[in-house]
């Protein structure tokens, strides 16, 4: 049976709908950095999924041809998430979206090394005879997080991190969101063929403990 990190990584992937702490451990992705409105039709981000599990799924098929990677095991591949931001902008606004940046992503098995990831850019931009300059080899530790499992539509989320936010200040902690940490979304439904209400997404941001201790100036 194929491995699904959905299923054996449920802390990671699978979240209570209510917050909650969790520590992230170092993950490779193959990824594409963009800006803009991810609803553009035709759009950088649009553009960059496709770009995304082009990928994705040279390196799972692999097996199918003569290159034989060390370690192979087969898999399903991981949902799709972004790092989103604006400058200047402490959090998320919504309101604008035209000045998002964003890191696409899909989650790299552990047997595929920077050597791998790039035969199968080679091999994917060969076949499909696409350009995929654009995507890069990106790890992300992102370590302490609160993270909570939201649905519903996209544009309705800051309810959610509110309640995450009201959270980890209880727990003792705060927003950690100043680059190289993000807000960041995974996202486990198809928003091509789910309808916006029952959209599941994961919403997971950096924390860090409350300075404590006699004030310095």
């Given at each position: 049976m194929a491995f699904d990190y959905k299923k054996e990584y449920k802390e990671f992937y699978l979240p209570k709908n209510k917050p909650g702490l969790v520590t992230v451990p170092s993950m490779n992705f193959v990824a594409?950095?963009?800006k803009g409105d991810p609803n553009e039709e035709g759009g950088a981000y649009k553009q960059s999924i496709g770009l995304l599990y082009g990928i994705a799924f040279t390196i799972k098929m692999s097996k199918m041809g003569n290159h034989r990677m060390e370690g192979y095991f087969d898999y399903v591949v991981p949902p799709l998430e972004g790092l989103w931001w604006q400058e200047g902008v402490k959090g998320i606004d919504?309101?604008?979206?035209?000045?998002?940046?964003?890191?696409?992503?899909?989650?790299?098995?552990?047997f595929v090394t920077k050597e791998e990831f790039d035969w199968a850019v080679a091999e994917a931009a060969a076949k499909k005879r696409m350009d995929f300059s654009g995507v890069e080899f990106f790890n992300y530790d992102e370590g302490l997080c609160v993270q909570c499992m939201y649905i519903g539509p996209y544009d309705d989320e800051p309810a959610t991190i509110e309640a995450m936010n009201a959270f980890?200040?209880?727990?003792?902690?705060?927003?950690?969101?100043?680059?190289?940490?993000?807000?960041?979304?995974?996202?486990?439904?198809d928003a091509r063929k789910c309808r916006p209400e029952n959209l599941k997404t994961v919403i997971r941001h950096p924390v860090a403990a409350v300075p404590t201790g006699p004030y310095l100036p």
């Open positions: 594409v950095r963009g919504y309101s604008r979206k035209q000045d998002f940046q964003w890191i696409s992503m899909i989650r790299l098995p552990e980890a200040e209880a727990q003792g902690y705060m927003p950690d969101m100043n680059g190289p940490r993000y807000h960041h979304e995974i996202y486990l439904s």
